[in-house]
């Protein structure tokens, strides 16, 4: 099971797209304003979804200020779903934080005590202990930001 895991969050970029997928349809389905929307075919509500996949999926990113960035802009933008469709609640934006942390604390926290599970036993031999904590560290702070953004979408989306 831990090997399932270790796999699930080093590539929690793919997961992630997979597992918002129904929370965009449930919010697709429930929120268009528009009633010609529903009488569309099933076809172009799939590829809307699939759009909406491309832009609130997790995206990959090259350093420590990339994940400092999408994770400002999945605060923001999970923020600003859940104060347009909750009218203002600002109780509904701390569930969502704290739902968003929660799995970012639990992806991190695995992260970092399963870390050599993670990547190549061939870089572990290579490396410093030094090299090897500061990787560890920046690796589990990465997850943390891309666990975040699911958890914060997935809520903000079933509203």
Request: one cysteine or more.
């Amino acid at each position: 099971m831990r090997v399932f895991i270790s796999w699930l969050i080093a590539n929690l970029e793919i997961v992630g797209a997979i597992i918002l997928l129904p929370f965009i349809w449930y919010f697709i389905s429930n929120h268009t304003i528009d009633p010609a929307f529903q009488a569309k075919p099933m076809w172009i509500r799939l590829a809307l979804a699939s759009l909406i996949i491309a832009f609130m999926g997790s995206s990959p990113t090259e350093g420590t200020l990339g994940d400092v960035i999408n994770l400002c802009m999945s605060i923001a933008g999970a923020g600003v779903i859940i104060l347009m469709l909750s009218h203002g609640s600002i109780g509904q934006l701390v569930i969502g934080g704290v739902i968003g942390i929660v799995c970012g604390i639990a992806t991190a926290v695995f992260t970092a005590t399963n870390f050599y599970d993670l990547v190549s036993l061939r870089w572990l031999y290579s490396n410093s202990a030094t090299a090897k904590f500061e990787a560890s560290a920046l690796y589990s702070f990465s997850r943390f930001c891309i666990a975040f953004h699911i958890g914060a979408y997935a809520y903000a989306l079933t509203f």
